[in-house]
């Protein structure tokens, strides 16, 4: 039996490994294929029979070469057979469905998104989500698609869309719809939901589908609402002064049958529902009527005016109800009539703004009906919260329930201008209530009348003049604040000066403000928008041999300083250590008057101790030039200037570093001619002198005055800027190899080297 099963392997492995497989049979139709199906299926069973009624008897099977062989090709056609029925079967189905027309299988309305349960009405304040399941033939890739949703009653479409819509995924079974929001549905409504589908061949089938948006709307009879006292049952009055119970009563008509709902709800002085006082009935409706009761303690509620409310609505349909409501006010122990801000001890100024130097007068009316825990008057800043004043008026509150005010004047110096301040009042009753209000307010300064053009040309200066306002007392204070600008002050009269404007740029904005304080210390203000409007610059000519630099705006002498501003000289670093040395070695402050030209300083007695008057003594330094007439027979005449540095490092000196630098000046038909700098450097025991200038000449006299302003107001830009082989700080020159070993004598020309050299070593 053993060696029969071993055969019988081998020979049904031998069979299915070389036997081929059975073509399946081509099938041009459907008939043909179900034909052909029931063929195979009859073939199957059969099969299937004889295997398992062979393998009943197989202990008894004799090893014959037939039985393996039927045994054999039954076990290898089974598989085969199977395969073929399960393909045709995939390939009937398909046939199937490929004939199958554009159809819609169902359609429904509910209240959740992508939900399969249908309602027939949809619940009040939800949104109706509308959908259709259809079958898309397997050969089309879209269908056209109109859906329409009309009230029937008014005939108004709600709805009215076409779409095409794609295939989505390979069933064929297709699902879509669309969402209606509430407020496009009206309550109690019926509506119908009417869809077209068209097919690729301009078929077209419909559906309609009928759905209702919430109840319809019940009529409700009004609400009797009463109030009264809850220890007296007098009736309640609107203005309630002391401490009592209240208790409100309603008789609430019902229908005959339905769920109802009452609600009492009290809404507050800010018209909003307190929370913490509501009541909520829920009831079935039975006809006749029903009373319900709500009440509320006034000491516990703030001074205001309220409202009891209570109202009457059936369940799921809102617009069924009705309402009925009491008012009434809460006097709390003090009402605040009104806060009076004034200049004076009467009257209210109802802008709130009062002027500088006004005294403010500050007022709280009211009426006390009772006594006060605490009441406190505060002034605060609007922005910040700085408190400018507070006071505690508890003490001065008068209870007899008459109208009373409590006042406060406060100094000319206690707020400050032009800011916004709050005035506010407080005061705490016995219950632990809270009475405030408040009211914002300003102090001006007064506004001042100022003289001056709107539009300056750089470099021209412009006169302005300011006049007080009325009722101002002199002497007058005077502080300019100017803005891309340089005032000059005049020095007998304070309510006149200059101003010029400076800019290379075509306009620049600029503004002045002034600020006067009279001898009262009342104080006006004022303030200028202006425009600094620049020239058109003019190049200058190129002569052979001379140096040629960038001019300025014409007339301008500080154009070239990129918007120098007053002062700023004090934080150049030359300018310091030389007013440092100054001081140490002298006692007393650099002269900035040392850096000018013999021209500029003859005659004058006094020293120029500011950049202002620096400024001043250029301006006259450049007219006396510009007015001296130079005949030259080869055209204009050159102008040049000679700046230079000196400095020193000497052990017995407090101070090691810059010594001075200077400026001359003049004018000459030809360019200068020899070397354009010079170095010099000379020792002496121990210590060392050096000296570097440069020489400057141009056809221009506006350029090299320009030069000479910054050499003078800022050495160290100049330098940067014009002699860039210059060095940044004063340090001790190297490559010198020439000084006497005996150092005998202070010889100017103990060290001299080549000037090819210098720039290199020496600096």
Same mark, same amino acid.
């Given at each position: ?360 007068? !500050?007022? %709280? +009316?009211?009426?006390?009906?009772? *006594?006060? #825990?605490?009441?406190?008057?505060? =002034?605060?800043?609007? &922005? ?100 891309? !600008?340089? %005032? +000059?002050?005049?020095?007998?009269? *304070?309510? #006149?000066?200059?101003?010029?404007? =400076?800019?290379?740029? &075509? ?111 250029? #301006?006259?330094?450049?007219?006396? =030039?510009?007015?001296? &007439? ?134």
């Amino acid at each position: 039996m053993r060696n029969f099963c071993i055969k019988f392997l081998s020979l049904v492995f031998l069979l299915l490994c070389s036997l081929p497989i059975a073509s399946q049979a081509e099938v041009l139709d459907s008939e043909q294929l179900a034909k052909r199906l029931t063929e195979l299926r009859l073939e199957y069973n059969r099969i299937d029979t004889d295997i398992t009624r062979m393998s009943r008897f197989m202990d008894s099977v004799k090893e014959e070469r037939a039985s393996i062989d039927t045994l054999a090709k039954f076990l290898y056609r089974l598989p085969v057979v199977a395969k073929e029925i399960e393909n045709l079967s995939r390939k009937a189905e398909a046939l199937s469905l490929k004939g199958k027309a554009l159809a819609i299988s169902r359609m429904w309305a509910t209240d959740t998104l992508k939900s399969s349960e249908a309602l027939a009405v949809i619940p009040e304040g939800e949104a109706a989500y509308l959908y259709l399941n259809f079958d898309m033939p397997t050969q089309s890739e879209t269908v056209d698609m109109v859906f329409t949703v009309t009230d029937l009653k008014s005939g108004e479409k709600v709805v009215a869309l076409n779409r095409t819509r794609p295939r989505k995924g390979e069933k064929n079974t297709q699902r879509t719809g669309i969402k209606i929001e509430t407020g496009d549905l009206q309550l109690g409504a019926s509506y119908e939901w009417q869809v077209e589908l068209i097919a690729d061949n301009g078929k077209t089938i419909s559906e309609k589908l009928r759905f209702d948006y919430g109840q319809p709307l019940i009529p409700l009879e009004a609400i009797t609402l009463t109030a009264s006292q809850g220890d007296t049952g007098q009736p309640l009055d609107t203005d309630i002064t002391d401490d009592l119970s209240m208790k409100f009563e309603a008789k609430v008509p019902l229908i005959e049958a339905g769920e109802g709902e009452i609600t009492w709800q009290l809404i507050g002085p800010d018209k909003h529902p307190v929370e913490s006082a509501k009541k909520v009935e829920s009831f079935s409706e039975t006809g006749g009527s029903k009373t319900s009761h709500f009440e509320l303690q006034s000491q516990v509620l703030p001074p205001g005016q309220y409202a009891v409310s209570v109202t009457h609505v059936l369940k799921g349909n809102s617009k069924s109800k009705t309402e009925a409501a009491f008012t009434f006010n809460v006097l709390g122990a003090v009402t605040v009539h009104k806060l009076a801000v004034s200049n004076t001890k009467k009257g209210d100024i109802t802008s709130g703004t009062l002027k500088a130097g006004d005294l403010p007068h !500050l007022f %709280v +009316h009211y009426t006390a009906l009772k *006594p006060v #825990k605490m009441g406190s008057l505060r =002034i605060y800043d609007a &922005k910040s919260g700085k408190d400018y004043y507070t006071s505690d008026i508890t003490q001065r509150v008068k209870v007899d329930r008459q109208p009373h005010r409590i006042g406060t004047r406060l100094g000319a110096d206690v707020l400050p201008l032009d800011r916004e301040v709050v005035f506010e009042v407080r005061f705490n009753d016995m219950n632990g209530n809270e009475i405030a209000d408040k009211r914002a307010f300003r102090i001006n300064r007064h506004k001042l009348n100022v003289k001056l053009v709107k539009q300056l040309k750089s470099g021209k200066d412009y006169q302005f003049s300011i006049t007080p306002p009325a009722g101002f007392i002199s002497p007058y204070s005077v502080k300019h604040t100017p803005q891309n !600008l340089l %005032v +000059h002050e005049s020095r007998n009269d *304070p309510l #006149k000066g200059y101003v010029t404007g =400076i800019t290379e740029e &075509k306009e620049k904005s600029a503004g002045l403000k002034i600020e006067l304080t009279d001898a009262n210390g009342q104080v006006a203000v004022a303030y200028r928008k202006l425009v600094v409007m620049g020239l058109v610059q003019k190049q200058p000519m190129k002569q052979p041999g001379a140096i040629t630099t960038q001019k300025s705006v014409s007339g301008d002498l500080f154009a070239s300083l990129w918007g120098y501003r007053e002062g700023d000289y004090l934080n150049d670093p030359i300018i310091k250590q030389l007013d440092d040395r100054y001081r140490k070695e002298f006692g007393g402050a650099y002269n900035f008057d040392n850096c000018l030209p013999v021209i500029a300083r003859h005659g004058e007695d006094s020293d120029i101790d500011s950049d202002r008057l620096l400024m001043g003594k250029l #301006k006259t330094l450049r007219k006396k =030039i510009t007015k001296r &007439k130079t005949k030259c027979s080869n055209g204009e005449p050159y102008y040049k200037m000679k700046f230079s540095l000196q400095w020193n490092d000497f052990p017995q000196k407090p101070i090691s570093g810059y010594k001075d630098y200077s400026i001359s000046y003049g004018a000459g038909c030809r360019p200068a001619k020899g070397r354009e700098h010079q170095h010099r450097y000379v020792e002496y025991d121990g210590g060392y002198y050096a000296e570097f200038s440069k020489t400057f000449t141009s056809d221009d006299a506006d350029s090299v005055m320009d030069m000479m302003v910054m050499s003078c107001l800022a050495p160290s830009r100049f330098l940067k800027k014009y002699i860039p082989e210059a060095p940044a700080r004063a340090v001790r020159p190297m490559g010198c190899t020439s000084v006497p070993e005996d150092r005998a004598g202070f010889n100017s020309y103990s060290c001299r080297m080549p000037i090819s050299e210098l720039p290199r070593k020496l600096w």
